[in-house]
Nanobody, 113 residues
Framework: QVQLVESGGGLVQPGGSLRLSCAAS????????MFWYRQAPGKERELVAS????????NYLDSVKGRFTISRDNTKQILYLQMNSLKPEDTAVYYC??????WGKGTRVTVSS
């Protein structure tokens, strides 16, 4: 069965960096575009970044452009989100998404001094 397991979240000061990972199993990872979403407290879940099956054509939420980078390792079946210059408004639970509707449990990112 499809499993998505996120990791790498934590508490970081404004301006800091984190790298999120999503380990995928139960499907042929290299065949699918993949997505990172986030949900901040009291807000709806929003799409942060997407990447094509081969690793090209990344797309980003306007507010994270130039700060976040999505990438993937199809050999290891891992999706990444490198987050730099973090801001308090990036605080959220970050989720990995398979386009058929599968979700991980999320990893919490808190940006605070």
């Amino acid at each position: 069965q499809v499993q998505l397991v996120e990791s790498g979240g934590g508490l970081v000061q404004p301006g800091g960096s984190l790298r999120l990972s999503c380990a995928a199993s139960g499907f042929t990872f290299s065949r699918y575009a993949m997505f990172w979403y986030r949900q901040a407290p009291g807000k709806e879940r929003e799409l942060v970044a997407s990447i094509s099956s081969a690793g090209g054509v990344p797309n980003y939420l306007d507010s994270v452009k130039g700060r976040f980078t999505i990438s993937r390792d199809n050999t290891k079946q891992i999706l990444y989100l490198q987050m730099n210059s973090l801001k308090p408004e990036d605080t959220a639970v970050y989720y990995c998404n398979h386009p058929s509707g599968y979700w991980g449990k999320g990893t919490r990112v808190t940006v605070s001094s």
